[in-house]
């Protein structure tokens, strides 16, 4: 599920752990890819295949611009936190047609920065995507903003 808009503010902790709000339009898109490995039970006799869900599989791909504002760039928190191998914490919380705010549904979870790459284009901005998979035992998951 990919999110994007004006309404969607993300989150994310720096190096040192600090909790960063990035400013608004520096982040494009949000993808916030949840899904289950399923693993096959079909017997012999069974007229369909049948599967069970296992362990929960969820990457985040944060795409955008690549800003250097102190403290709350992009390139400065994410690259900080890829470079210091870091875990974090990362929070996007989804409005509902207006800034997010308490009761609103937030996303959050515990990350590691697995890949940072800026893209670079002649005569365009400069950009960059990040993926980030779970750092711990906890699954991330949808809650609400307090």
Do not use: C
Request: aromatic share 6%.
């Amino acid at each position: 599920m990919a999110l994007s808009g004006d309404h969607v503010v993300v989150k994310m902790d720096d190096a040192g752990g600090t909790l960063r709000t990035f400013a608004a339009g520096d982040i494009t898109s949000v993808d916030l890819g949840l899904s289950v490995d399923q693993h096959d039970v079909t017997g012999f006799g069974d007229a369909v295949h049948n599967v069970i869900n296992g362990q929960l599989q969820a990457p985040v791909t944060l795409k955008g611009y690549l800003t250097t504002t102190a403290n709350t760039g992009t390139h400065t928190v994410i690259q900080g936190a890829f470079a210091a191998g870091a875990q974090v914490t990362l929070r996007v919380a989804v409005g509902d047609n207006a800034p997010p705010q308490a009761g609103d549904p937030e996303y959050s979870g515990e990350f590691v920065v697995e890949s940072y790459k800026p893209v670079i284009e002649t005569g365009g901005a400069v950009r960059f995507e990040a993926a980030l998979k779970p750092a711990t035992g906890t699954a991330p998951a949808w809650g609400t903003m307090s």
